[in-house]
């Protein structure tokens, strides 16, 4: 019987949180509980995933509102409109909302008349360059949140430093559908034939700025010094992709890189399945979800330290290797053992997996959902 109704505020559809949506919503219905989902926006254009509302199995609204680029390049806010009459028409029991958004204000100030519980759904990790007056407006935002969802350890670190009761913050490990990447990448490295091809090594992220995918090529530049037997699989687009083709040409490394533009997230295992090392470089990231979906395909990997997912799901030397891209040295020497000893590399990729499998699945991820939401069911 359906006696609740929650309530899931956030910004876009996008791919890797359907699954999510759809494993919350079968588990909340066990409970008695209804899932309402509200996205802010249909899209925006940096986004150019293709998406199938069709695979919903929960309800949802997209409101009518414009997402907008303000004050500076590469960040989009989105405005949210239509969201109170929508909550005052569908009158929800508990609200989930993701981040510190003018949502979250909106939600805020409603509190002062309707005592709806809010729970703040946050990555948002301690080296994030906030204000003083940001971090002010936090911390009062948070004096009227009934609980808190945090991507991982260090989303909840940071929670906890704005005032947050540790008690009231649970671990909802942001994650995939790590099973799609596992299976699906299984079957087609049962169909590969490597005999006398070049080691593949891969990385897929947007190539912009904030991810400095120099470093990766720094380090195949310094690799290539010793070896010829691999090549880099670059996935994915951005503003700096004409300078980063510039950088492979320049530097004579144009036999070892091979851009292949962006790809749709199902056309992702065929590059995993035949990925030696997965190289995941990033001067800021509040997670990286592209670490989640590498290692479920049991690929070693080498994630960058200033990645918030790096700190949860990285174990070194057993799961994978920890690494600051700005060290190409030892980034390329790490990389060359993992080329050399491929036996070794192979358990490593193996241990990933399973560590994936038992830590960060789509279940894992849902169990911290409902670890916050059930105590506020019950007042």
């Known amino acids: 019987m359906i006696d609740k109704k929650m309530m899931i505020i956030t910004n876009i559809p996008n791919p890797y949180r359907i699954p999510l949506f759809n494993e919350l919503n079968v588990q909340l219905k066990q409970r008695g509980i209804k899932l ?42 989105f405005t949210y409109s239509g969201l109170l009459k929508l909550i005052r028409q569908e ?28 729970i703040i759904w946050s990555g948002t990790i301690p080296t994030s360059k906030h204000s003083f007056l940001r971090r002010m407006q936090r911390k009062l935002i948070m004096k009227r949140v009934s609980g808190y969802i945090a991507y991982g350890s260090k989303a909840k670190e940071y929670l906890v430093s704005l005032g947050a009761d540790p008690g009231k913050v649970h671990i909802a490990i942001n994650t995939v559908d790590t099973t799609f990447f596992s299976s699906k990448t299984f079957q ?7 005999k006398g091809n ?12 904030r991810k400095n995918v120099f470093r990766v090529l720094e380090v195949v530049k310094l690799l290539a010094e010793t070896r010829n037997d691999f090549i880099l699989d670059l996935i994915g687009d951005g503003s ?13 490394i144009s036999s070892f890189v091979k851009f292949h533009g962006f790809r749709q997230t199902d056309e992702l295992p065929f590059f995993l399945a035949r990925s030696r090392c997965f190289l995941f470089q990033t001067d800021f990231d509040i997670w990286g979800l592209v670490l989640n979906e590498a290692m479920a395909a049991g690929i070693p990997c080498i994630s960058s330290i200033h990645a918030g997912a790096t700190h949860d799901l990285i174990i070194e030397g057993e799961t994978g290797f ?7 040295g030892k980034v390329a020497e790490c990389l060359n053992w993992i080329l050399e000893y ?38």
Request: charged content about 35%.
């Open 36 to 77: 309402k989902v509200v996205f802010g926006a249909r899209g925006y254009s940096r986004r150019k995933f293709q998406l199938d509302m069709e695979e919903c199995q929960f309800d949802y609204t997209i409101l009518k509102s414009s997402p907008r680029n303000i004050f500076f390049a590469g960040k989009t806010w």
């Open 91 to 118: 009158r929800p029991d508990q609200i989930i909302i993701i981040g510190f958004s003018l949502g979250t204000i909106k939600l805020w100030l409603r509190s002062f008349r309707v005592k709806t519980p809010i």
């Open 188 to 194: 087609l490295r049962q169909e590969l034939d490597e």
């Open 198 to 209: 070049k080691k593949h090594l891969t990385s897929i992220g947007y190539l912009i700025p």
């Open 240 to 252: 700096d992709k004409k300078k980063l083709e510039r950088f492979v040409a320049d530097n004579g």
């Open 322 to 328: 920890a690494m600051d891209f700005a060290d190409t």
């Open 342 to 379: 491929p036996d070794k590399a192979r358990q490593i990729g193996d241990n990933a997996g399973k560590f994936i499998r038992e830590h960060a699945s789509l279940e894992k991820c849902v169990e911290g959902f409902i670890k916050v939401i059930e105590p506020i069911k019950e007042k």
